[in-house]
């Protein structure tokens, strides 16, 4: 319950409080994951508010047309790991994460930062209630145990 409320609820509520100041051109942007499409073991509470933010995203771009346009974005696998660590964070992956990702290497923050920018601009204005999936491809490649450099190992979870 506590995952649906800071995931879902809370969003709403936001974007509600938002309404008497929304000006023309004004967006909302909302954060989903490709956990709204895949799942790991025991992701069930994560995933169902991801979930929720796409079902979100799509009816607020009906109750709020005219008023502000209403996207959502996926973000996959960002490594956030240097707004979190020491100043001199190095991410340490192996071969076969970079070969998950058809672009070659693990998503940064700026890549979410310019896709928002983007759905903020003026460039977008006739996109709405659409989910953008930025993961470096991840998503679309299917990958089976030991093709590409990638063994998958049950065992050592």
Known sequence: NYVLALG?????LLTSLFLPVF???????N?????????????????????GILALTHA??????GKARVNSISPGWIDTGSFHKEEDYQ???????????????????????QMIRFLCSDAAGFITGQNFTVDGGMSKLMIYHNDHGWTYNPEAE
């Open 91 to 113: 991410p340490d992956y192996e071969a076969a994460d970079l070969l998950q990702h058809p672009v070659g290497r693990v998503g940064v923050p700026d890549d979410i930062v």
């Open 23 to 29: 000006t023309a051109g004004a967006s909302v942007v």
């Open 60 to 65: 607020l771009s009906i109750s709020l047309a």
């Open 8 to 12: 879902v609820t809370a969003p709403y």
């Open 31 to 51: 954060i989903a994951s490709s956990r709204g499409f895949m799942s790991q073991k025991d992701t069930e509470s994560y995933s169902a508010a991801k979930g």
